[in-house]
């Protein structure tokens, strides 16, 4: 509680040089976009039509007559392939809004955090990495260089980080200073992925071709792809992109002429079979090839993109994919699926269960909205 406690206490002393208008009942909760996944995707390219298959296989260009394949699972019992699992989370909270004549900024307060669990021979899962940390945000051109100095002294005694909300990022560099408050949540979710990817940083020895790191989330995050492909020159690295949400609006197209068939997403993975998954595009100019795999039998969910995960892997020589690999990982990525938390979060048809353990290992290495809340109180 101490650090929670010297963050407040540090705007405290900060709102006696200025005015702050209090949020409502305490701090409050910032709930993001319903699909803060599929934004973030949309920031890294403008691309929606996909044509390229990036995949070469000793059998032949087998899209060319059909373009789903089967991936029956291949269980930890006969090849256990994956055994990292990275994931980040966050929490952001509104404290309300500073006052300077006639500007004014909101205030924000967030957790962001990642993790790492291994997995051992046995099924049980352990922490290897988990790091947290606090941020404030203020819109520096808001305040005065007096008030912010005086913001950057008293939180430069926590444990807390100062950023200026209105900094441009990757995230963020569409919002105008009107949508300062849904400006934070793009803001923190970009920190938590630029911690994700120091995280990531620190197990990269310890991974081979038999030895597997699952990330959450697209490997198209520029400090992600950099390391990746700075680190493994000529070779794919051995980390396997896996997002739960991804863009609805790419096109694809198989073929060539007038015989070419085109698919929207909705079009395709309604005709994806349980544990099929769809050939491999190249994105991001050959920086990244992509392909999406179906979990769950649509009997099971209740929409044709429900149970679909979409996959990705850095390509640093940007040349095509072995089909033989990408089968490999879409066989064990299908024996992942269970056990689920069916009931404990929305995206539950898509989960891995050890992402979501380690989540949840995040989440409790927060404090929690009730001491947030409590605790994050202007008097």
């Known amino acids: ?24 009942g305490g701090a409050q909760e910032d709930l993001l ?50 055994r990292y699992f990275l994931d980040g989370s966050l929490r952001s909270y509104f404290l309300g809004t500073v006052l300077e004549g006639e500007r ?4 924000h307060y967030a957790q962001i955090g990642a993790c790492i669990l291994f997995r051992h021979d046995a099924g049980t899962v352990g922490t290897e990495l988990l790091t947290t940390r606090q941020f404030v945000f203020v819109n520096r051109k ?5 008030a912010w100095s005086h913001l950057e002294n008293v939180i430069g005694k926590t444990n807390a980080l100062l950023e200026d909300l209105a ?15 849904v400006r934070a949540g793009g803001k923190t979710r970009y920190k938590m992925r630029e911690l994700e990817a120091e995280v990531m940083a620190q197990v990269l020895d310890k991974l081979n071709d038999e030895t597997w790191l699952i990330m959450d989330g ?10 990746l492909q700075e680190r493994y020159v000529g070779r794919i690295p051995p980390v396997l992109g896996v997002s739960k949400n991804f863009r609805k609006d790419p096109q694809f197209v198989f073929g060539r002429g007038p015989r070419a068939q085109r698919f929207s997403i909705y079009s395709l993975l309604a005709q994806l079979k349980h544990e099929h998954r769809t050939a491999a595009f190249s994105a991001y100019g050959g920086q990244v090839v992509f392909w999406y795999v179906r979990l769950r039998p649509q009997g099971q969910v209740d929409y044709p993109l429900m149970g679909v995960v979409k996959c990705e892997l850095v390509t640093p020589n940007r040349e095509p994919v072995s089909t033989e690999l990408i089968d490999l990982l879409s066989q064990a990525l299908v024996a992942e699926r269970s056990v689920t938390p069916h009931g404990r979060d929305r995206r539950w048809h898509a989960h891995l269960y050890p992402i979501f353990l380690a989540e949840q290992a995040i989440r409790n290495a927060f404090y929690s909205r009730e001491v947030v809340q409590q605790l994050m109180r202007w008097r």
């Open 167 to 181: 900094a441009p990022d990757l995230f963020t560099r569409h919002y105008g200073d009107v949508d300062l408050r």
């Open 104 to 107: 004014s900024s909101p205030i």
């Open 142 to 146: 808001s305040i005065s260089d007096k």
């Open 218 to 227: 697209s490997l198209m995050f520029q400090p992600i792809l950099q390391t």
């Open 1 to 24: 509680m101490k650090d929670i406690c010297a963050i407040r206490d540090a705007l405290k002393e900060w709102s006696k040089e200025v005015d702050v208008l209090p949020a409502a």
């Open 33 to 82: 976009h319903p699909d803060p996944e599929e934004q973030e995707e949309r920031s890294y390219t403008d691309e929606r039509i996909f044509d390229t298959v990036f995949e070469r296989s000793i059998e032949g260009e087998w899209w060319r007559t059909e373009i789903f394949r089967p991936t029956t699972p291949i269980l930890r019992s006969q090849k256990h392939l994956f």
